[in-house]
């Protein structure tokens, strides 16, 4: 029996050709001990097998299929909460998995709180390592905390309550960095709960179709949060814009260089260091800068990091 008297979830699912990891998804959804939910599958007009491989799940009448032509993840989980009949969202992306005790847990722990918004802890999982993050207690997060990536930031952790929309819905300008960008604003006039359990397993993989490999993407979607920071449309003051400046230039420099544009990764890595106070937790960006003037020397260091990050002997 569904216990109507607790609120109904809306899971938003956007998907691009991700036909080897959906079902995962879905499964774990349906793996819920929380009984009062939906499914909202958003398919940004994927050209693979998507559609067939779901099909026989579609006659859950708490699942539900919408097919857009591709204008990318933000425009799919805008759509997925504008067609949402629950009181509370929860985001979770097509490649990741929740824990068969997500919903009941971020929930109550939100409704206890009194809370609109929270964000949970989760694993990361690539192909062939676990990574956790131990966290000892619960937390109201602080703009601090996510320029300085002191906690984990992904939809897929994500849940709030719906009418928190009619103010914010994620950038449909931004191909990358949009969560980011999602909760820098929410920050701007809402208090963001961090739940410490692992609600969430975050998969990770240097291959396949995943916007985070594309360098392109992410160069597009971090300028903008920086034009976004330096222009005033979050909340900071001039320390807390200095120092997301400097984060999103290393950020860039990173990103150009591994993108093969290495004059514009050392002017971005440049621009970092200039505001940066030196510390030891700058030395991969100064080897990657010394590197930028080594192309076949970067290329194989980036292959040798690649190689150590996919067994576990180095973090991202």
Known sequence: ???????????????????????????????????????????????????????????????????????????????????????YIALLDSDDEFSPDKLSIQINIMKASNSIFSVSNCAIINE????????????????????????PLSASLMLFRKDLCREFLFDEELPTANDLDFILRVLTKNRILFIKDELTKI????????????????IVGYKKVLEKAESGQYIF????????????????????????NFVDGRSYFMKGFKISNFSSKLFKYYLMYTLTYFPPLFKCTVQLGKSLWKYGLVKT
Request: with cysteine.
């Open 1 to 87: 029996m569904i216990n109507k008297s607790i609120p109904l979830v809306s899971i938003i699912i956007p998907t691009y050709n991700r036909e080897k990891t959906l079902l995962r998804a879905i499964k774990s959804v349906l793996n819920q001990e929380y009984d009062r939910y939906e499914i909202i599958i958003v398919d940004d007009g994927s050209t693979d097998n998507t559609r067939n491989i779901i099909e026989s799940y579609l006659k859950n009448e708490n699942i539900f299929y919408i097919f857009q032509k591709n204008k990318g993840v933000c425009a799919a989980r805008n759509l997925g909460i504008e067609k949402a009949n629950g009181e």
């Open 128 to 151: 062939n390592q676990s990574t956790k993050n131990k966290y000892n207690n619960n937390f109201l997060v602080s703009e601090e905390q996510v320029i300085n990536n002191e906690i």
């Open 203 to 218: 998969h990770k993989t240097l291959s396949g179709n995943r916007i985070s490999c594309d360098y392109e993407k992410k």
């Open 237 to 260: 003051n001039q320390e807390q814009i200095k120092h997301i400046s400097k984060k999103i230039y290393l950020q860039l420099g990173q990103f150009c260089s591994l993108n093969s």
